[in-house]
């Protein structure tokens, strides 16, 4: 089902995320980590944020993605939102997110709304990630750092809120059947933790109030 956000003008569509994004989270955005966590990576998770930033473009709202660099020690070469875990110099949240997305890719922090804040969610490489939700209006000056992004890209949010276009894969760890969430778009491969935040996302905007 569209969801009304997509009929909106962009000023409402503002003000649409912000009255839902102020909302506790539905029951169905909850629960979405697989708990499963990879050896090594036991014990009390780490404090972590993403930015999850929404482009007002033209022909509608886009998703600011990043490709990470191949030499990574997490998650290297997946598709990811900017971020990274909380510092103690941070004061909470949103301010390591968008810490994180000046020194990941240069976005300057004074061009993101903060538009709230999402159910968080557990990776199995130990961090609990808290998804910070922004608005940016164009245009964008980005430098990605190359020795932690090697790519950035956007993908319609109407694609990505598509229930038909949201798939629940597989892989099998030796003896091990780990299922997780997919959203395939071109030849980018979008799953795991990136993929299951935006299910929180389109939960939470899709809930009843």
């Known amino acids: 089902m569209r969801l009304p956000l997509f009929d909106l003008p962009p000023a409402a569509q503002r003000a649409w995320l912000i009255e839902r994004l102020s909302q506790p989270a539905p029951p169905s955005a909850l629960g979405l980590s ?41 998650h290297a070469g997946q598709i990811s939102f900017p971020g990274g875990r909380v510092e103690p110099q941070d004061p909470d949240h949103a301010a390591a997110a968008l810490r994180e997305a000046t ?3 240069g976005l300057d922090r004074e061009r993101v709304e903060v538009l ?14 808290a998804p910070i939700v922004g608005w940016i209006e164009p245009p964008l000056s980005l430098t990605p750092d190359p020795l932690e992004v090697s790519d950035v890209f956007e993908v319609p949010l109407v694609f990505l809120l ?14 091990l059947r780990r299922d997780y969430w997919a959203i395939p778009y071109g030849d980018r491969y979008i799953w795991g933790a990136t993929a299951a935040m935006l299910l929180i996302l389109d939960r939470t905007l899709r809930a009843d109030r």
Do not use: C, W
């Not at 780490?46 to 999850?52: K, R």
């Not at 598509?162 to 003896?175: C, N, S």
């Open 34 to 74: 697989d708990g499963f966590r990879l050896p090594g990576r036991e014990g009390a998770p780490t404090p972590a944020a993403v930015l999850v930033p929404l482009v007002n473009r033209p022909d509608g709202l886009h998703v600011l993605l990043t490709q990470r660099s191949a030499q990574l020690p997490d």
């Open 103 to 105: 020194e990941e890719i």
């Open 116 to 129: 709230g804040e999402l159910a968080h969610y557990e990776t199995v490489t130990g961090y609990r990630v």
């Open 162 to 175: 598509d229930p038909a276009h949201q798939k629940r894969h597989f892989r099998m760890l030796g003896a």
